[in-house]
């Protein structure tokens, strides 16, 4: 299964964007989903995730201004960013949780100040 990332750009904090994680094949329905970043030099870690029935779960520093859904018919994971900030800066993944698919080359996200 191949996950491509995309909707990464620059922006003004306060922004938004709107990144999306499509799959060669439909994955979504037996695995939770997640969002990444990572910022060169740390490790990689877990923004966001949605289960099959749709449960989502937040990293504390994104609750309240990102959120994750997906279209299973599209087989496409989105995640909606507001209120974007500059330590938002990174490269977003996608990948199930816990990982278990290829990593692909992700989408950079940069937030200017």
């Known amino acids: 299964v191949q996950l491509q990332a995309s909707g990464g750009g620059l922006v003004q904090a306060g922004g938004s964007l709107r990144l999306s994680c499509a799959a060669s094949r439909n994955i979504f329905s037996n695995n939770i989903m997640g969002w990444y970043r990572q910022v060169t030099g740390r490790q990689r870690e877990l923004v966001a995730s949605i289960t099959r029935s749709r449960v989502t779960n937040y990293a504390d520093f994104v609750k309240g201004r990102f959120v994750i859904f997906r279209d299973i018919a599209k087989n496409t994971v989105y995640l909606q960013m507001n209120s974007l900030k500059p330590e938002d800066t990174a490269v977003y993944f996608c990948?199930?949780?816990?990982?278990?698919?290829?990593w692909g080359q992700g989408t950079q996200v940069t937030v200017s100040s």
């Open positions: 990948n199930t949780y816990p990982s278990i698919m290829d």
